[in-house]
T-cell receptor, first 112, second 113 residues
Framework: NAGVTQTPKFQVLKTGQSMTLQCAQDMNHEYMSWYRQDPGMGLRLIHYSVGAGITDQGEVPNGYNVSRSTTEDFPLRLLSAAPSQTSVYFC???????????FGPGTRLTVL | GENVEQHPSTLSVQEGDSAVIKCTYSDSASNYFPWYKQELGKRPQLIIDIRSNVGEKKDQRIAVTLNKTAKHFSLHITETQPEDSAVYFCAASKGAGSYQLTFGKGTKLSVIP
């Protein structure tokens, strides 16, 4: 198993540009989520999904869109990037039957 | 919603000493409390977790204690080693049926050889 994978590892955007952060897992986990990590702030939940076709907002959803068309993939879209979205983004997944979350390696995003 | 406070934000100990990190939570319905270790540039890794029906759990040099009445839980690392140096995060959730895991802001632990 590759576990949870994320692409790209690094990305630099200009203000107003759009992009999609990719997340995939091969463990057949129902639950997937996106977090952002900022210095001194811990990890904050952006959006999550409990299965294909079902998504919901977390603590800091503004400026981000998600969709879940398959069990494996959960992309995060920035429609118009802002400097405040400069952060490290982690995708995570877990099965319904346990509490343990598995994190991807992260994407470091800089918005100029 | 849930609020998790974590202290201290930084902690330096001599190699071989013990380290203790404390967290408090606000929602009495929370019943799952994991601890994550994050090395520089790496992803968070689960190191230990505890559920509300247990007061203490140990795994070799790591232990976690939970006081439900006071709504606080702590991570204890004994015989610290340089490779324990990392940022540690506590978190809380309402268990497998809940989709929200709320994290503390982290503690940077430095073990001095």
């Amino acid at each position: 198993n590759a576990g949870v994978t994320q692409t790209p590892k690094f990305q630099v955007l200009k203000t107003g540009q759009s992009m999609t952060l990719q997340c995939a897992q091969d463990m057949n986990h129902e639950y997937m989520s996106w977090y952002r990590q900022d210095p001194g702030m811990g990890l904050r939940l952006i959006h999550y999904s409990v299965g294909a076709g079902i998504t919901d907002q977390g603590e800091v959803p503004n400026g981000y869109n998600v969709s879940r068309s398959t069990t494996e993939d959960f992309p995060l879209r920035l429609l118009s990037a802002a400097p405040s979205q400069t952060s490290v983004y982690f995708c995570a997944s877990r099965p319904f039957t346990t509490d343990t979350q598995y994190f991807g390696p992260g994407t470091r995003l800089t918005v100029l | 919603g849930e609020n998790v406070e974590q202290h201290p934000s930084t902690l330096s100990v001599q190699e071989g000493d013990s380290a203790v990190i404390k967290c408090t939570y606000s929602d009495s319905a929370s019943n799952y409390f994991p601890w994550y270790k994050q090395e520089l540039g790496k992803r968070p890794q689960l190191i230990i977790d505890i559920r509300s029906n247990v007061g203490e759990k140990k795994d070799q040099r790591i232990a976690v204690t939970l006081n439900k009445t006071a709504k606080h839980f702590s991570l204890h690392i004994t015989e610290t080693q340089p490779e324990d140096s990392a940022v540690y995060f506590c978190a809380a959730s309402k268990g497998a049926g809940s989709y929200q895991l709320t994290f503390g802001k982290g503690t940077k632990l430095s073990v001095i050889p």
